[in-house]
């Protein structure tokens, strides 16, 4: 796939999306381009991974060890400096199932301000599949002094209070988990131990949107049209309304986040990340079956 394909696709924001050959032809300009690997797999970057690619680990590099929260603007500004990162820098995520974890922590980055970032459509498993470079060499690059930012919890990201609000002004919302989570007949995806939610079901009026449906099998994302029909024709979503994504942790639903602010163009979607981990725990919350 070549950059001219990715325009071809119709995206609102093509910028957001760059090619395996892309990241091949800029691997050594370590200058101004970092390459991040996050997976739910965290063992598969140290078995081999694109040269010149850091690690991001999401539980251990964005998580707050104690509060269910995410990092503080000073430990940011820390993994940053660590990783050699300015507020300049381009940074071009990547990992395994479908860039699932890629776009979680693009998601991260942007709630610290840092907005230049990009997707590598088809990630970790595209780029293998066309036979290209693997190394288990861990880069090493200078160290920046990036300066520590503001988090933003408002614009991009939604607490239960939102939710609540939301559904008070009869909101759309967006439920990325299994048909089986959605129905309540499952507290996990499929084959996952089922823990993490005394109830099952999904958040009322919720329209149930699978995220990996957005994806094609070689894990590059669907065009706009056919993201459209699915997104707009199916589930009844509009750019023109504020749409709250979820799944049970806010990390499929990042991805549907990534999906409709990115190449869909939607102007307001947040990302609950309490998702179905808090409200299937929340006494007296509403619940659908």
Known sequence: MTEQEIQQKGY???????????????????????????????????????????KVDWVEDLNDPLTRDYLDPEHFANLMSEKGITPETTVVFYGDKNNWWATYALWVFRLFGHDNVR??????????????????????????????????DEKIRAFKEDVNKHLEADGSLVDVRSPGE?????????????????????IPGA???????????????????????IYEGEAGLSGDEDVIAYCRIGE?????????????GYDKVRNYDGSWTEWGNLVRAPIER
């Open 12 to 54: 609102a924001h093509p910028e957001a999306l760059v090619t395996t050959e892309w990241v091949a032809q800029n691997l050594d300009d370590t200058e101004n381009i970092r390459i991040i690997e996050s997976d739910e797999d965290v063992l598969l970057y140290d078995i081999g991974h694109v040269p010149n690619a850091v």
């Open 119 to 152: 997707v590598m459509d088809g990630g970790r498993v595209k780029w293998e599949a066309e036979g290209r470079p693997i190394t288990q060499e861990v880069p090493s690059f200078g160290r920046t002094d990036y300066p520590v930012p503001t988090r933003d």
């Open 182 to 202: 959605y129905s309540g007949e499952l507290l996990h995806m499929p084959d996952y131990p089922q823990e993490g939610a005394l109830r099952g079901g999904h």
């Open 207 to 229: 329209a149930n949107v699978p995220w990996a449906r957005a994806v094609r099998e070689d894990g590059t994302f669907k065009s706009s049209e056919e993201l459209k029909a």
């Open 252 to 264: 499929r639903s990042s991805h549907t986040w990534f999906v409709l602010t990115y190449l869909l």
